[in-house]
């Protein structure tokens, strides 16, 4: 048979072959499609808006409508324009934040974003102490409970509860004042800097989050706990929502942060992933 011609039988043959069997994603959807059709999303994320809660001393949110409405070709049309602060909302801190050879946000690797989390529920203890301090105790206690140590490479997450009062400023932050002057009139729970050196030494973890204007409790001001994580390259997710709605371990996280260049912090979307 000549070349030409046997070359053809078999294009022909592998043509029939595919026609035979259809493609498998028309027989179903992508691995990760099914896999995210087993799963519950959590929001853990405030919206931006001008009642996001900024640190005391950071330029608040603005939008600002560029414009709005039917234009003069016959179609809708609308676009705005925002200015923030990094360090305001639901946001990460990049470790450069408190660490001059730190990550800056578009340095950190994905895979510290990502990944299995658990929860530790410290709510109890800070329902009366606002400026209630995460102990070494709180979190051996976890581990006690749960028959295990914090799993390596897991992203902690810290509920205190204070997110039932977000947007509300004086409950929240402890005051309505802004400018250097209230930064001592600041109170929430935070993660003491034992409780944080802890971590580092005994434990391996990829990020740590909490419900809080701060990893550091309001009237911190040396800010050691930041200075401890974000040292080691561990990112902060600050501000975060919806804990409650989470179980103590087995799920997932995906913090996703804008990318800014340089940036010490940026604006977060941050979700939780659960089995059904």
């Not at 606002?130 to 390596?152: C, F, K, M, N, R």
């Amino acid at each position: 048979m000549p070349k030409t011609l046997s070359l053809f039988c078999m294009v022909c043959f592998a043509f029939l072959n595919c026609k035979e069997k259809p493609s498998s994603s028309l027989e179903e959807p992508p691995v990760l499609t099914k896999q995210l059709t087993n799963k519950t999303l959590i929001d853990l994320s405030h919206e931006y808006s001008k009642e996001t809660v900024y640190w005391v001393t950071a330029k608040e949110f603005e939008l600002d409508t560029v414009f709005a409405g039917d234009t003069d070709k016959g179609f809708y049309y609308s676009a705005n324009n925002f200015a923030t602060a990094e360090h305001g909302g639901t946001h990460i801190d990049a470790p450069i934040h408190f660490s001059k050879t730190g990550q800056t946000v578009e340095q950190i690797p994905l895979d510290n974003l990502v990944g299995s989390a658990i929860k530790i529920d410290v709510s109890h203890n800070a329902k009366n102490n606002p400026d209630y301090l995460i102990t070494v105790a709180d979190l051996t206690q976890w581990e006690t409970q749960s028959g295990h140590q914090i799993p390596e490479g897991s992203i902690v997450l810290l509920q205190t509860g204070f997110a039932k009062y977000y947007p509300n400023k004086e409950k929240y932050l402890g005051t309505t004042e802004r400018g250097d002057h209230a930064i001592a009139l600041l109170h929430f729970p935070g993660l003491s800097p034992e409780a944080a050196q802890w971590l580092v030494d005994n434990r391996n973890i990829k990020a740590i989050g909490i419900d809080t204007p701060s990893i550091d409790y309001g009237q911190s001001q040396l800010f050691k706990s930041h200075v401890i994580l974000l040292s080691k390259n561990i990112p902060a997710f600050e501000n975060l929502t919806n804990l409650d709605k989470l179980p103590s371990e087995n799920f997932e996280v995906i913090a996703l942060p804008m990318k800014i260049k340089g940036g010490t912090g940026a604006p977060l979307r941050i979700i939780a992933l659960l089995d059904n």
